[in-house]
């Protein structure tokens, strides 16, 4: 039988070895030879306890938001302590660890990411304050929706959005032009045989042209694209692949409890489908439908179950006064009669636009605690908003 660190049997025979050396130094190693093994496998087993009680201490893990670890505690329970940075009330987009924070996760052996904005530019800082954590990106791979100009408060800058898309396409083949004249020019100049110095000077310098063409073009196209949405956990779908990935990490952190972890992981999946399809059942009479929310925090779960919503404030950004009016009068001709609301954001400006219309004010929050419960009222909330709109 092979022993590997860290495991029970191996933890045993170093008990032993220590209390074989302390019995020598007060015996003398001639009586400690006489003794029975079976003395110091007695006392041996008097130890084993608090051995065996550091070998199943809990696995400690950090994430970001409340659902998160509420997914963790579902997969591992007692087998895992769950440090969550930003609580119930914070803004991911705003939040920044608290000192106690950074020295508490200097220790910490596992981060699960989920890609909100403050990881970016804090777990770099973390890892370097603590060499041996391993950070596991769950959102990794996934596809990223992003904040785009329909829901960047869409007050009818679309068709001028659109004519700039036309000149700036305009553009770039204009340039494809002038590059594929100057791609011919250099295939001329090489075949009239250019010394070699001279055209290894013009292809690296071609090849940081290229480069910066390349930047270039993702900048653009990032830009255009907006702000990536890091609320991927609201689609249950999403989630089911999310479930999968952590289980994976915790099985192998946990590898004395991978069986019970997988149990674990397949409720939960099950849980997830189940939730999938009632959602989907529930809100398929509104299909095509919008709602009018404070932050953009649901395009996700809307995404996923074919509405759409529309934003009053994005990036952090209340409307101006005159966006406020084009707001207003949207909804009115749309009869929107319930704005949703979520409790990381002020929500002066979404309490104004609802009692200009007398509408409803209601509570969409992507960071509850209670993750399925949370889409559960989410979804009731939705249906009825719909149904108070049909009704006026």
Partial sequence: MSMHAGSPLASRQVLCEKLLSRVQRTLGPRAAR??????????AAFATPAAHAQDSAPL???????PIAW???????????????VKPGDS?????????????????PLYLAIGVPFEQVWLPRLVKNNAEMQVVHLEEGLNTRHFGSGEAHDHGHDEAHAHEQDAHH????????????????????????????????????????????????QHDEDEDLGE????????????????????????ARLPQHASEIDANEQRLLKTLSELDAQIAQT???????????????FGYFADRYSLEQHAIEVSGREPTPREMA?????????????????????????????????AEVAVLDPLAEDYLDNLKHATEALKAGFELTDSQ
């Fill in 34 to 43: 006489a003794l029975p093994l079976s003395v110091l496998g007695v006392l």
């Fill in 60 to 66: 400690h893990v950090a994430v970001s938001v409340p």
């Fill in 283 to 297: 809100l398929a009479p509104y299909k095509g439908r919008n709602f009018l929310i404070f932050h953009p925090s």
């Fill in 326 to 358: 084009t707001l207003i009068t949207r909804a009115k001709d749309e009869n929107i009669g319930t704005i949703f609301v979520s409790g990381q954001f002020s929500q002066t400006a979404a309490k104004r636009i609802a009692s200009s219309l007398e």
């Fill in 170 to 217: 305009d553009g770039d083949h204009d340039d494809h032009d002038e590059h594929d004249e100057h791609a011919d020019h250099e295939a001329h100049e090489e075949h009239h045989g250019e010394h070699e110095g001279h055209e290894e000077h013009h292809a690296e310098h071609h090849d940081e042209h290229a480069d910066h063409q390349a930047h270039g073009a």
């Fill in 71 to 85: 997914m963790v505690d579902q997969l591992a329970g007692e087998h895992v302590e769950i440090t969550t940075l």
């Fill in 228 to 251: 990536a949405d890091p609320h991927l956990w609201l689609d249950p779908q999403r989630m089911q692949t999310v479930v999968e990935r952590a289980a994976e990490v915790l099985e």
């Fill in 92 to 108: 991911p987009h705003a939040y920044d660890p608290t000192p106690r924070q950074v020295a508490e996760l200097s220790t910490v």
